[in-house]
Nanobody
């Protein structure tokens, strides 16, 4: 079993940067590919970024490519999402998610573990 706890969400201005963290409990973190998803009010949850269990492979949604960076520290059981050049359309609840596979995936259905989410609000 893996428990995920996100932190770092806050109200920022357009153009600012922010780093989200996701602390995972459980012994298998280094065997779990991880991902970040987000859900804006009235919209479906969407893929943001994913990272393989080793951290060697990453993949991003087109909407955040070049602005966001996902990383992980397996020694600390933590995955990060560094967000730069934030836009009002990035406003959403951001969720950390974990797979039971080492391979990264952009499909929401491939993720078994989910955190409670952290709110990111970007003002214009």
């Amino acid at each position: 079993q893996v428990r995920l706890d996100e932190s770092g969400g806050e109200l920022v201005q357009a153009g600012d940067s922010l780093r989200l963290s996701c602390a995972a409990s459980g012994r298998t973190f280094s065997s779990n590919a991880m991902g970040w998803f987000r859900q804006a009010p009235g919209k479906e949850r969407e893929f943001v970024a994913t990272i393989s269990a080793s951290g060697s492979r990453t993949y991003y949604a087109d909407s955040v490519k070049g602005r966001f960076a996902i990383s992980r520290d397996n020694a600390k059981n933590t995955v990060y999402l560094r967000m730069s050049s934030l836009k009002p359309e990035d406003t959403a609840v951001y969720y950390c998610a974990g797979r039971t596979s080492v391979f990264s995936s952009s499909s929401i259905n491939d993720y078994y573990y989910w955190g409670q989410g952290t709110q990111v609000t970007v003002s214009s």
